[in-house]
């Protein structure tokens, strides 16, 4: 089936430090989607993406959907605390169903 | 709006026994999805229904487990019986509309454990 790679795994980073992740797949799709899940929640949607090459963001993060429709990246810029949790992304297929990464951790030390 | 409502949010079960987990989807959305999460296999849909219709069911691991949605505000997953592999937290989300490119909204998840 569909996969998503998403990297890192994690990130240990101190606090205002800007931080990158990507999620890349052999197959493409028609939204890309970034998450965030903080301990005993669900995800948190932060930013959709609708168009090859879109570029969207929302308060520091950026993130923008490939050329290829094949993958998407995040950024975080001057992090906080607050910004520590596991942050997903995920593509729409075009048959509907929204196929997630395996995850980013992010730790932010003060 | 009081978002995706999931119950109950703790469930400790014997192997054995049979679980249902229940979802409250946000008033008008259209579309349900029931999630599995695990530190192994990260999220996966396990099934996801249209206007009340069940439209994709591969996801579900085998026949123990069913999803029904009687109406347009509730649905509920059972799994019967349950196994130590079935330990995970289950999340049910939903989304406005079928042909509209709008993110999930998640419910606070099922932690699950089957001893």
């Known amino acids: 089936g569909q996969q998503l790679n998403q990297s890192p795994q994690s990130m240990f980073i101190q606090e205002g430090e800007d931080v990158s992740m990507n999620c890349t797949s052999s197959s493409i799709f028609n939204t890309w989607l970034w998450y965030k899940q903080e301990p005993g929640e669900g995800p948190v949607l932060l930013i959709a993406l609708y168009k090859a090459g879109e570029l969207t963001s929302n308060g520091r993060l950026t993130a923008q959907f490939g050329i290829t429709r094949k993958d998407s990246f995040l950024n975080i810029s001057a992090s906080i605390p607050s910004d520590v949790g596991i942050y997903f992304c995920?593509?729409?297929?075009?048959?509907?169903?929204?196929?997630f990464g395996q995850g980013t951790e992010l730790s932010v030390k003060p | 709006d009081a978002g995706v409502i999931q119950s109950p949010r703790h469930e400790v079960t014997e192997m054995g026994q049979e679980v249902t987990l229940r979802c409250k989807p946000i008033?008008?959305?259209?579309?349900l999805f029931w999630y599995r999460q695990t530190m192994m296999r990260g999220l996966e849909l396990l099934i996801y229904f249209n206007n009340n219709v069940p439209i994709d069911d591969s996801g579900m691991p085998e026949d123990r487990f069913s999803a029904k949605m009687p109406n347009a505000s509730f649905s509920t997953l059972k799994i019967q019986p349950s196994e130590p592999r079935d330990s995970a937290v289950y999340f049910c989300a939903s989304r406005p509309g079928q042909g509209m490119d709008y993110g999930y909204t998640f419910g606070s998840g099922t932690r699950l454990t089957v001893v």
């Open positions: 008033s008008g959305h259209n579309s």
């Open positions: 995920a593509g729409r297929n075009q048959g509907g169903k929204l196929i």
